[in-house]
């Protein structure tokens, strides 16, 4: 490990030296307002038999963080096994390798390597950014009392369901998580409300969208899921926005929702729905995870079922130019306004060398639509002997259109950029938008985009707090550069490049726009309205008012300004908050 103070080791040391102690004093001599968060070192950490009592009042439910790939070193929490770290390396890409786990996260970046299963044996294994203990809730009390504990002994708290944030945001430094996952009631519901009377899911917060659309199916019901299936509903998803392959027939996961059931940071459960904590409910409806309390249930809008088309086209660059492959590229591009107008969405992904849709669905929609909306498209591709691979199908239910069409997803093991990109710019801007495009695929190797078409104002939506971009928007685009596991500072380097360099002409091409807040560039700059959108001072105000003790801290979350995150993982109120800039004052 490198040695955090080099040169000027003495001046450091008193440095960190003085901050130990002056968090650990003004912990013990004030603990409504302590500086830091406690680090396990530190004098105000719980003693072992504290959490052992605290372990009782949850049932037994506390885990100790083992890191996963523990396994693949030596000295460190488990014995080094070889074979077992093996099976770790080639199943590292499954999203249930870590979301099994109480403590592993899917984004690389946020592990800070601490724990490399790909590193050798030999190299350090230490908790890192992950978290020190998990409650495995299964019930509101287990919330309830993992808050209390975690207030009274000023530590992190977080808030992690699967842990798919690609902000790392269900994971930090000292922490103690709740854990959300076994949450896994379903029950259809006939909801009455003078808002919405019809079928309704309510669903606990761990349930799963390959769970909610099952259960739903069953019942010959539709519900709105990612187009991964593996995300959690209720959490960071719906929470933040959430977006798949019904968008455009029927809204964002936001837009759906009826009623959240939510564990305030007073430890209170309260419901949030348009008559109950509207504020809160309009927060939660697409706000961000991990912000203004614990959900515990989501109950959102069923949907009957419909037959869909849904279908995949795939060419590259082989054989044809560079020009004749990106004008393709472009014919594609041309289309998308079309699908998103008929209610279709279209999932995408572009290298340097070859574009997918894998799949473009359009529910409700007849293989006959699906052809002519895409004959400009295979038109221009027999005109020019581009090869490509051209499949249509129309399925009896979206659920058999999504099970044959949607492949496995993996873990996003990539460093991410991602902006919202509008219909007019689409329509309005195309050259300049397809050189930005390509200029991105051949800036560097292996740097791709995926793109997210979906129409989310196509159908009326609620009044929520989903970044207003999305409703003008016609894709998400995502950069994605390689991860490597064993070069960070290549990995800082790359991400680097999309936030200086490949970021800033979509950014400019699209003023006024913004970002999916789940789906970002990490180092995004004045994110609070690129995220948001003019919605943040409304919720920063919510989130004042339902977390007054900022018991709730996730990064670039809404109020998160109030806190900074040192090298070494410790939670402290930010210097500004310190020096009482941070107007209003309400934090303590
Ligand atoms: C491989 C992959 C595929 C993806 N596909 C899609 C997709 O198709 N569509 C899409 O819209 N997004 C997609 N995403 C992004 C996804 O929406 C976000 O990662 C989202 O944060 C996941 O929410 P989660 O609860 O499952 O994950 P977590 O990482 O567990 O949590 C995310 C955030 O929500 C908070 N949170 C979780 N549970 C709760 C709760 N019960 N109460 C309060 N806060 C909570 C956490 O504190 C954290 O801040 C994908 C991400 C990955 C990595
Ligand atoms: C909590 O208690 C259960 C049951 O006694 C035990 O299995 C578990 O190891 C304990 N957790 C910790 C962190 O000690
Ligand atoms: C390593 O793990 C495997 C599979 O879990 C187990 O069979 C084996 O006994 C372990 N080896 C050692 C040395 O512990
Ligand atoms: C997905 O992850 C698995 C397990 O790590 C890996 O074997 C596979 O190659 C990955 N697939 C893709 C398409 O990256
Ligand atoms: C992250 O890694 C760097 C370099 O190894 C280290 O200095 C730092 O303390 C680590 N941070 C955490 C939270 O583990
Ligand atoms: C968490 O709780 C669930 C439900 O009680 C249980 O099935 C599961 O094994 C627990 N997981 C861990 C890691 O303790
Ligand atoms: C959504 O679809 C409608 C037509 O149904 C269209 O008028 C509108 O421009 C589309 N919006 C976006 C953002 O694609
Ligand atoms: C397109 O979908 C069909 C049917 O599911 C599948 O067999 C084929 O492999 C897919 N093609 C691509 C390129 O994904
Ligand atoms: C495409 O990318 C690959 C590596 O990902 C690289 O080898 C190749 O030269 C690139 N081709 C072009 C035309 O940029
Ligand atoms: C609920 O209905 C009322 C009255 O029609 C309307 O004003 C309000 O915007 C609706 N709220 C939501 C969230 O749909
Ligand atoms: C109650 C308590 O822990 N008081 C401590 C407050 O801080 C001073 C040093 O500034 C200590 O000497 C006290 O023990």
Known sequence: MPNPCPAWRRLCLAVLLVATLLCGLSAANDTSSPACR????????PEEHRWAQFNKTVHGNLIATIPIASVCHIDAFTPYNQSQCAQLQSNWGFPETHYESSSSIMAPMFTNLSCNPFSSKTSHCTFGNYVQYAVNATDAAHVQKTI?????????LVIRNTGHDLLGKSTGAGGLAIWMHYMKDISIVDYDS???SGKAMKMGAGVQSFEASDAAYKAGLLIVGGNCPTVGLAGGYSQGGGHGQLVSHVGLAADQVLEWEVV???GKLVTGSPMNH?????ALSGGGGGTYGVVVSMTSK???????????????DTGVSRETFFAAVAMFVSILPSIGDAGGTSIWWLTNTTLSTTPTTIPGGTATLFNSLFRPLTAFLEENKIQYTYYVNDFPTYY????????????TDQLPGGRLIPKSVVEQRPTDLNTIFRNIVESNAGFLISGVVVNSSRVPYPDNSVNPAWRDALMDVIIGAPFDYTGWEGNVARQQTITDVLMPPLTELTPGSGAYLNEPDPNQRDWQQV?????YNSLLEIKRKYDPYNRFYAFKAVGSEAWSVAENGRLCKSESYQRGQISQGRYI
């Open 38 to 45: 406690c680090m396990p070192q530190d004098p105000c950490w």
């Open 148 to 156: 209390r504990f975690a207030a009274r002994h000023n530590i992190r």
């Open 194 to 196: 003078p808002n919405y």
């Open 264 to 266: 305030l940071a007073n």
């Open 278 to 282: 509207p504020d809160l409910y309009w």
């Open 302 to 316: 069923a949907y009957p079922e419909l037959s869909t088309a849904s279908g995949n086209l795939t060419f590259s």
């Open 400 to 411: 058999d259109a999504y099970q044959t069409m949607t492949s496995p997803i993996n873990i």
């Open 531 to 535: 995220f948001y959108g003019d919605n």
